[in-house]
């Protein structure tokens, strides 16, 4: 009953929803044609937050999309695991950031900028996109395959084919310019293959994956994988039925339909690209969420040992962006965006039918995830809108978890708690142990912020002390009138983390 009044008094003073509205996110993805959402707030220990919205199909609502089972392609959120495979070889002093490539490409021919050919490129210069490379769509269209296709290719034939291709290549010199490019990124890729003698998806597996405890079952890049649970694989649409014989004429390899009992959606059955590092890790939301929260955690001590490694990934090599995305600025791979006024380092991805972004605010205390089946391929209006919804319902999940006070929910199908912070303590509005619980509250009056920051930003210390006074004393003397109805650990299962509950 303390906690209840406590928290109700101190949720008087919260103007916004926290967690977000449900409805409203579903009307916000309704709006911009987003068939479905897997939604997930991490901090370096626990998920604060996981909801699913929609479905898989924006014409079917047999399968709704859950954090924990649907699987997403991840697209160019798989270039990230290219950065870390990196560092763990840097670490291992197996790969210098600043060296000419060519000592671990070990090619009969020198690969080099065809205008610049006396200047090294680096992988610095290729996981920060500043290598020269530019874009060549006449190749590239042809990267697009349908099913798991790709292990039909070589990569190491596919990034050859591209780079002694003259018209792939800008027109300034290694360093000066930064250039988002798929290919560049596979290219390291390459490089790590031939350094570890692994394929890259096997690298990933045994080096990063099953580290993680992260189930080859659980993450692929391939479809096969997931034969027993095709049902689980998030499907991809597009919503503008007069792209259909645009996608025929430069991909008809994707074999894209216009979808049944639609006059308004395409259907793109599942495909891959033959540069698949860079794109085509499939895996849940919650699988992705053990991911997140480790690079929270500086990849330590799982994946990497030193904290230069991770200094070295988040260090800002160019500082001018793209001409695409001038505000982006790129580390090793992992890039800083302002987003509302609110400085972010992460990743976005897209492909069709896909849209996704993977941050964590800047002092990587709080990580959101959002993966959807959105579409924002083409650039037009409804991509911005798309964009836009995505960037607002992220900032409304940093918004609560980072810098609001948590205010009181009703909670619903708990499996298990266990309250050991002040942080489950706000999620959670009773205690198996009704004394341990108002200690966890006392003892942290006022690091009741969703990730643990001073709540004070707005009133004095005083002005705190005072009202909890009174609120504790009022609620002292309703308890002793009212006693509270004694909760044993019977009636709970304990464990470390709500990830399942619910709140409405």
Same mark, same amino acid.
């Given at each position: ?17 926290c ?6 996110? #579903?009307? +916000?993805l309704?709006? %911009?044609?987003?068939p ?13 937050? #996981?909801? @699913?919205? &929609? ?13 924990s ?21 840097v *670490?291992k ?24 050919p ?16 530019g874009?060549?769509? *006449? *190749? ?6 349908? @099913? ?7 990569? $190491? ?10 018209a792939?290549?800008?027109s300034?010199p ?70 259909? /014989?645009?996608y025929? +004429? ?6 894209? %339909?216009?979808a ?6 395409l259907?793109?059955?599942h ?22 929260r480790s ?16 200094? #070295? ?5 160019? =500082? ?26 992460g990743?976005? &991805?897209?492909? =069709? ?13 709080l @990580? ?7 579409d924002?391929?083409?650039g ?21 978890? #980072?810098?609001?006070?948590? =205010?009181?929910?009703?909670v ?23 004394n341990?619980?108002? &200690?966890?509250?006392l ?7 969703? $990730? &643990? ?12 002390v ?17 006693? /509270?109805?004694k909760? @044993? ?16």
């Amino acid at each position: 009953m303390l906690l209840y009044l406590l928290f109700t008094f101190f949720v008087t003073i919260t103007t916004h929803q926290c967690p977000p509205s449900r409805i409203l996110i #579903e009307n +916000q993805l309704k709006n %911009v044609h987003i068939p479905g959402l897997a939604a997930i707030v991490v901090n370096s220990s626990n998920i604060l937050y #996981e909801e @699913g919205f &929609g479905y898989h199909s924006p014409i079917s609502n047999q399968y709704p999309i859950d954090p924990s089972k649907s699987i997403f392609v991840l697209a160019s959120l798989s270039k990230t695991f290219i950065a870390l495979a990196t560092m763990q070889l840097v *670490e291992k002093g197996q790969l210098n950031l600043n060296v000419d490539i060519n000592q671990y490409l070990k090619f009969s021919m020198r690969i080099s900028h065809p205008l610049f050919p006396y200047s090294i490129i680096t992988m610095r210069h290729i996981l920060s996109h500043s290598s020269g490379l530019g874009s060549n769509y *006449e *190749e590239e269209f042809h990267h697009g395959m349908s @099913g798991d296709d790709f292990l039909k290719t070589n990569l $190491t034939d596919v990034i050859l084919r591209y780079l002694l291709n003259k018209a792939s290549w800008l027109s300034e010199p290694p360093g000066n310019v930064t250039y988002y490019t798929n290919v560049g990124a596979a290219w390291g890729a390459l490089i790590i293959e031939r350094i570890s003698n692994l394929s890259f998806e096997n690298y990933v597996q045994y080096k990063i994956l099953d580290p993680l405890n992260i189930a080859n079952t659980e993450a692929s890049y391939r479809m096969s994988t997931f034969a027993m649970r095709k049902t689980d694989l998030v499907e991809h649409y597009v919503y503008n039925i007069s792209l259909l /014989s645009i996608y025929h +004429q430069i991909a008809p390899q994707l074999n894209v %339909v216009q979808a049944s009992n639609s006059t308004e959606w395409l259907y793109i059955p599942h495909y891959s690209i033959s540069v698949y590092p860079s794109a085509m890790l499939r895996m849940s939301a919650r699988s992705l969420s053990i991911y997140l929260r480790s690079f929270l955690n500086n990849f330590s001590p799982d994946l990497l040992q030193n904290l230069s490694s991770i200094n #070295e990934i988040l260090h800002i090599s160019r =500082p001018e962006g793209s001409k695409d995305e001038p505000n982006v600025q790129y580390g090793l791979i992992w890039n800083w965006h302002y987003q509302n006024n609110r400085h972010l380092v992460g990743h976005h &991805g897209w492909m =069709p039918g896909v849209a996704h972004t993977m941050m964590a605010n800047e002092n990587r205390s709080l @990580g959101v995830i959002l993966l959807s089946n959105g579409d924002i391929t083409w650039g037009d209006n409804l991509a911005k809108q798309v964009s836009s919804t995505l960037i607002d319902i992220m900032g409304q999940l940093f918004d609560c978890f #980072e810098n609001s006070f948590c =205010p009181l929910r009703t909670v619903y199908e708990i499996n298990s708690i266990l309250l050991t912070s002040p942080l489950q303590a706000c999620a959670y509005p009773r205690s198996p142990d009704m004394n341990a619980f108002e &200690g966890i509250l006392l003892n942290n009056m006022f690091l009741l912020g969703c $990730t &643990g920051k001073l709540w004070i930003d707005e009133f004095t210390s005083i002005a705190i002390v005072l009202i909890t006074a009174m609120a504790y004393a009022f609620a002292i003397s309703y308890l002793n009138q009212y006693p /509270s109805e004694k909760v @044993g650990p019977s009636t709970f299962a304990y464990d470390i983390t709500i990830r399942n509950t619910k709140f409405q």
